[in-house]
């Protein structure tokens, strides 16, 4: 059996202990046929034409795989993501003692329940909410360090206010300052506890997945201006998918999770993945040519959902059978003036529809695409300008001015971050000469067919070797 399965993340492939266990291999198994670090050379697109399934959701893929692990029993997550955050996720949890089986697109886990082994490294990767969700989790055992191998991106994102929150409940902590690498050791106790989400919504939902398995429960406060809700609301579906009884403040405010329950093991199926489906999407709506994408649920907690209707509203022909969304691209787009704090993972890519429009777009109340992979306001300005584009910025906002003629032609940086090499692309796909974008394969990090999807389309693609790590 471990022979005939395949082995995406680097795992033992067969449904739990084999008498002799495959070898690992040390890195991720690459399932796209690219080399293991290249640029891209994005040609310019007549058209795009064709249909895609939207990739398994990156978001719910991480939550379904934590639940799992942390009931006890067998969880069979169906249709799971095989991005380097999903990897980072199945890495951790078996080192910390969950059984992990790749069966086919599925991932079977047994769970270590409110058990996981003490005195444990974990590394996330690069991986945010991995890093975070675990980190809660982390007071149930009397050890867990947390380091990351990239430095320069997730070691430099703030964990403070989590950490914080853990410490008033009991845990000791050792950090860089409320960075990693950090260790942080239980026992914690229940009750209440305020923690600060203006930065990031992972902290009260790392909290969440903590608190069933304490016996006295949590009552969460979240303080600050609340970011990220929609993400906190993919907690809470999560939780109630897993069988944990949760309540929650119409503004969030307040979340309430009793002790002493137990996460239920059984079968989830992770849905499509709207941020990065909003790509394509993006992609789809500045080129000639017919779009379709299946796999994107209608009724779907993931806040990326709005950035369909933002497409219409800048003038985009998108429409929607079910959950096959349709795109008939090359409208004439204008611009929009929105707050992008609802679908915050996908206003990369909806700036490159609003290079492209008329007029002057602004995302507001967006300062937390700061504290992401790179920092996504300063840094998209950089980028742009390069381009040729007209960009402003404040603590909170980007402003951009669409053109109608992009010139490309030269070297964009995809900073390490995703997000930023799917704007960059889209941009390529639209520009009158080639655009080369720099370590284009931390696409990986949450959506590793990206390009893949896009020359299924009819886009043009090459990678030679990263001139960036
Ligand atoms: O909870 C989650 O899975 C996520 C929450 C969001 O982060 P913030 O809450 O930090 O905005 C989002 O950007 C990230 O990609 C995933
Ligand atoms: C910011 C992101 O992820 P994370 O915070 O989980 O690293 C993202 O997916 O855009």
Redesign the pocket.
Known sequence: MCSTLQVPFGLHPCPFPCASPPTEPATLTRMDGLPEKFDVIVYPAAELRGELRAQPS?NYTTRYLLAAALAQGETRVVGAATSE?AGAMLRCLRDWGAGVALVGEDVVIRGFGARPSAGVTLNPG?????ARFLMGVAALTTGTTFVTDYPDS?GKRPQGDLLEALERLGARIQSQEGRLPATISGPVRGGVVEVSAER?S?YASALMFLAPLLSGGLDLRLTGDIKSHAPLRQTLDTLAAFGVQASAAGDLSRITIPGGQAYRAGRVTVPGDY?GSAAILAAAATRPGVVRLTNLREHDLQGEREALAVLQEMGADLTREGDTVTVRGGQPLHAVTRDGDGFT?AVQALTAAAALASGTTTWENVATLRL??CDRISDTRRELERLGLTVEETADSLTVTGTPALAGGVTADGHGD??MIMLLTVLGLNAQAPLRITGAHHIR??YPQFFRHLEALGARFEYPEATRA
């Open positions: 990156k955050d690069n991986a945010g909410a991995v997730l990031s992972q941020p993972d992401k992979e995703h997000r990090k949450s």
